[in-house]
C-alpha cells in the first residue's frame, strides 16, 4: 500500500496525543474519487469518527467532497459555525426535527417516517431541505416500503405548500461489508424504485444516495447520483478489499521505566509474569483513554522502531511495557497506534487484538488525550 509520508513527531516529553493527519484525508478522498464519478458526501459523525469532525471536514472538502453528512443537526451547526458551506445532510432526530435551527443553519434532514415528515408538513414555518429515508433493508431507520406511498403523497402535499422541498431520497446497505454486489441488488432495486415513485409523483429527480464506504469502494451499481463515505476518510474500509490511509496517530510518553527479575508478576490479577529480567515502562494511557481492556496478548506499541508487547491487564490509566533488555528513559515516546507500518500498530491491528472494528476503537479515544493536528 503507498503511504502518505508524515514524519512521526519525536517529542522528548509530552502528554498522550492523538494527532489526526489531514493530508491522510485528502489521499483517501482521492482514492474514492477515483472510483466513482458520482458526487461524495463525507460523513464526519461521532466528531469526525474521533478524528476532529471540522478538521476531517475541512480536508474532505478541500478534497473535492461536496457534501457533508452528520448524525444530528447539532453536529451541522458546529461545522457552519466553523464556516464549512457545502450542504450539509442530518438524519437522526432524537426530539423531533428542529426545523428551526436545521433551516436557520441551512441543513438538509433526512424524514424516515410518515410521522416526522407530517410533523414538518404541519407545523414547519420556513421551506425545510428534506431527503426522504426509506428502509432498503436495514430495519434501522427510514419508511417501511407499505408506507412509502403514504410519505410520498405527504411530500407532495408539504412541497406544494412550501413546507418542504424534497432535493433527496436516502436509503442505506445492509451487507455491503461482504463486497459482494448481489448481496447489496435487493437494496439497489428498492431504490431505483424509490426513485420512480418520487419522480411519478411530480418530486422531480432528488439526489439519491444509498452506499456507505464498502458499497462506494466495492459496487458501483450502488453509487447512484452520490456516496456517504466515513470510515474510509479516516483510512477504514470495512469490506476489507481496499488498503486506505490511517488518518491518526496516538503517542503517550514512557513514564517511568523499571528493572525486574525473572519471575515477576505484573499489574491486576499478575496475567502476565516476566520470562526473563525485563525493564517495564508504564504509559499514561489506559481503558479510559479508549486502550481495549479485553485485548489479546498481541498487543504491543512501538518504541524507538521496534515492537514491544503490552505487559498485563490494561489498567483504567495506565498500560505496562515490557522492552526486555532495553531500558527507555522516562519521556521516551511510545506510539500506540499510526499509519507509519513497520513495528507501528495499525488501528486495524488494535482491533483485531481487541476482537472488534477498527471503528470503535478510532471513537473510543477519550476526553483526557491532547489532540493536534500534523
Ligand atoms: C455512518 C453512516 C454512513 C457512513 O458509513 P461508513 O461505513 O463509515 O462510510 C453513511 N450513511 C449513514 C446513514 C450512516 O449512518
Known amino acids: 500500500m503507498n503511504r502518505v509520508s508524515v514524519a512521526p513527531q519525536r517529542r522528548a516529553s509530552g502528554a498522550p496525543t492523538l494527532q489526526t493527519l489531514p493530508v491522510a484525508v485528502t489521499a483517501n478522498v482521492a482514492r474514492i474519487r477515483a472510483r466513482t464519478p458520482s458526487t461524495i458526501m463525507a460523513v464526519v459523525k461521532a466528531d469526525g469518527y474521533g478524528h476532529g469532525a471540522v478538521t476531517v471536514a475541512r480536508a474532505a472538502v478541500a478534497a473535492g467532497a461536496g457534501w457533508l453528512g452528520t448524525t444530528s443537526v447539532a453536529e451541522a451547526r458546529a461545522l457552519r459555525a466553523a464556516g464549512l458551506a457545502v450542504p450539509i445532510l442530518a438524519w437522526l432526530h432524537p426530539s423531533g426535527i428542529d426545523a428551526e435551527a436545521a433551516v436557520a443553519a441551512g441543513v438538509d434532514v433526512a424524514v424516515g417516517s410518515v410521522d416526522e415528515l407530517g410533523a414538518l408538513v404541519a407545523h414547519a414555518a420556513s421551506t425545510v431541505r428534506v431527503h426522504l429515508h426509506v428502509d432498503t433493508g436495514m430495519s434501522r431507520g427510514g419508511c417501511r416500503r407499505r408506507q412509502w406511498d403514504e410519505l410520498i403523497g405527504l411530500a407532495q402535499r408539504g412541497q406544494r405548500a412550501r413546507r418542504v422541498r424534497v432535493v433527496g431520497v436516502m436509503g442505506h446497505l445492509p451487507l455491503a461489508d461482504r463486497a459482494d454486489p448481489a448481496a447489496n441488488a435487493p437494496a439497489v432495486a428498492g431504490m431505483r424504485e424509490a426513485q420512480r415513485a418520487v419522480r411519478a409523483a411530480g418530486l422531480g429527480s432528488p439526489v439519491a444516495h444509498l452506499a456507505a464506504t464498502s458499497g462506494t469502494l466495492t459496487d458501483s451499481a450502488t453509487h447512484l447520483g452520490m456516496v456517504r463515505v466515513g470510515a474510509g476518510l479516516v483510512g477504514i474500509d470495512p469490506s476489507g478489499t481496499v488498503a486506505m490511509h490511517g488518518a491518526s496517530r496516538l503517542t503517550a510518553p514512557i513514564v517511568h521505566t ?93 482491533a483485531r487484538w481487541a476482537g472488534t472494528i477498527p471503528h470503535t476503537i478510532v471513537t473510543g479515544i477519550g476526553p483526557r488525550v491532547r489532540r493536534s493536528t500534523a
Open 258 to 350: 523499571t528493572a525486574v527479575p525473572a519471575g515477576t508478576p505484573v499489574g491486576y490479577g499478575g496475567a502476565y509474569v516476566t520470562d526473563r529480567a525485563a525493564h517495564l515502562s508504564v504509559l499514561p494511557v489506559g481503558y479510559a483513554d479508549g486502550i481495549p481492556r479485553e485485548c489479546s496478548p498481541q498487543a504491543g506499541v512501538e518504541i524507538r522502531g521496534r515492537r514491544f508487547p503490552v505487559a498485563g491487564r490494561v489498567s483504567m490509566d495506565q498500560i505496562v511495557i515490557d522492552t526486555g533488555a532495553l531500558c527507555f528513559p522516562a519521556g521516551t515516546s511510545a506510539t500506540v497506534f499510526g499509519p507509519d507500518g513497520g513495528a507501528v500498530p495499525s488501528v486495524q491491528d488494535w
